[in-house]
């Protein structure tokens, strides 16, 4: 079995920083793509940004200069630093990670459970 645990989520003021981190652990001989994206009441989830195993990154234009992912591929762990925070940020942030498992051919998605981040006016 995988999972993904969160951590790092919380309260803080506009214009403050925030530091996600997302660690994958359990069986797992490959870990591909690793996102996060976020989710309001009423709303769908929307990706936030994403990272390839080999490093490539991509950002949805709402958080781009502000938001950097980046990864460690020897922890399996994913983080998004979140800088210039603004209310419209908050939000329950899920990791995604595709990960492929030791005697398996294909790949899987796998889901963390959520953390919370609030930003305050």
């Known amino acids: 079995q995988v999972q993904l645990v969160e951590s790092g989520g919380g309260l803080v003021q506009s214009g403050g920083s925030l530091r996600l981190s997302c660690a994958a652990s359990g069986s797992i001989f490959r870990v591909n793509a690793m996102n996060w994206y976020r989710q309001t009441p009423g709303k769908q989830r929307e990706l936030v940004a994403g990272?390839?195993?080999?490093?490539?990154?991509n950002y949805a234009d709402s958080v781009k200069g502000r938001f950097t992912i980046s990864r460690d591929n020897a922890k399996n762990t994913v983080y998004l630093q979140m800088n210039s925070l603004k209310p419209e940020d908050t939000a329950g942030y899920y990791c995604?990670?595709?990960?492929?498992?030791?005697?398996?051919?294909?790949?899987?998605?796998?889901w963390g459970q959520g953390t919370q981040v609030t930003v305050s006016s």
């Open positions: 990272i390839t195993s080999g490093g490539s990154t």
């Open positions: 995604y990670a595709d990960i492929q498992m030791p005697g398996f051919s294909t790949t899987r998605v796998y």
